[in-house]
């Protein structure tokens, strides 16, 4: 086997929401491997923050505001992108919210922005990127989905909505342009140590663990909860012509959590 399969050289990389949080490490990763990077997010101060980061990391990432919720925006950032760097080659669907809200107790509105960016929003990017992959001859669709993707709990009744509809999409995409040597797949971390999980971990006022936080290491066999740069590696195979002949999968990267009943009390 060709090990340069698993390069990502001369190939423009897209990964949207990634100033911080797995997004950067992510794309971080991917520029590693030789990729050309491309983020976007919503505030023109976490574009700053995340191309002064890449350039630590000696990655000269060109950054572009943009809310992937907006199709117009999302059309025209997807045409400048193709003129300032090329096709972009590599998608990944990262950005994404999370409101814990009891169901019942949760507006119409809030569920619908968390279905409008977590959902909609890789809808509205792939369906930017796919025609230039067609006419470059293929390219990678990897969308960042969740244990939620096939679990519930309490208080994420959006989250999950969105991301079990995103693991569908997912194969959708891989169903449909497949024959255009477009792969489409995705990554489905377990408990991740980010700011979007910060809450779960705060120390309480007696200086213990968060309840939630014992919990997810009772339900890990890893007994830690995830880093970012846990999830680069998959990335990066999902990206490279190693993963050629894999489409529609889910890569779960938990720890193990969906294999394993939990630790006994
Ligand atoms: P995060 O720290 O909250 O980062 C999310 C990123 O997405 C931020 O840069 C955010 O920018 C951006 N974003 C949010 N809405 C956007 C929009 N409409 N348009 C453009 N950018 C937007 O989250 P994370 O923990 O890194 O998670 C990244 C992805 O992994 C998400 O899809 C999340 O659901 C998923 N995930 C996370 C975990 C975990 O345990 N952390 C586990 C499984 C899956 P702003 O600052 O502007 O909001
Ligand atoms: C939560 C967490 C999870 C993680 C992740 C797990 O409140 O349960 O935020 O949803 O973010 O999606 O895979």
């Not at 390069?7 to 990634?18: E, I």
């Not at 520029?31 to 505030?43: H, L, P, T």
Request: negative net charge; glycine residues 12%; contains cysteine.
């Amino acid at each position: 086997m060709d090990m340069n399969a698993f390069r990502l050289d001369g190939k423009v990389a897209l990964v949207t929401g990634a100033s911080y949080g797995i997004g950067f490490a992510i794309a971080s990763a991917m520029g590693q491997m030789g990729a050309k990077i491309v983020f976007n997010d919503r505030k023109p101060e976490l574009i700053e923050k995340g191309v002064a980061a890449y350039k630590e990391l000696g990655i000269e990432a060109h950054g572009y505001i943009c809310d992937v919720t907006d199709e117009p925006a999302v059309q025209e950032m997807i045409a400048k992108i193709e003129q300032d760097v090329g096709t972009v080659d590599i998608l990944v669907n990262n950005a994404g919210i999370i409101k814990r809200i009891p169901m019942v107790e949760m507006s119409a509105a809030d569920f619908r922005q968390v279905i409008d960016i977590d959902l909609n929003g890789p809808f509205i990017m792939a369906k930017a990127v796919i025609p230039g992959m067609m006419k470059k001859g293929g390219g990678k669709i990897i969308n960042i989905c969740s244990m939620m993707s096939e679990l519930g709990r309490e208080t994420v009744s959006a989250y999950a909505a969105a991301k079990g509809g995103l693991k569908m999409l997912t194969k959708n995409i891989a169903s449909e342009y497949g024959q255009y040597n477009i792969q489409c797949n995705g990554i489905g971390p377990g408990y991740i140590a980010t700011p979007q999980t910060a809450p779960l971990r705060e120390i309480q006022p007696d200086g213990s663990r968060h309840p939630f936080d014992q919990f997810i290491l009772a339900k890990t066999p890893a007994n830690r909860w995830g880093e970012a740069a846990d999830l680069a590696g998959p990335a990066v195979f999902l990206a490279s012509s190693a993963s050629d002949f894999v489409n529609g999968h889910i890569l779960y990267v938990d720890g193990g959590i969906l294999a394993y009943i939990g630790k006994q009390p």
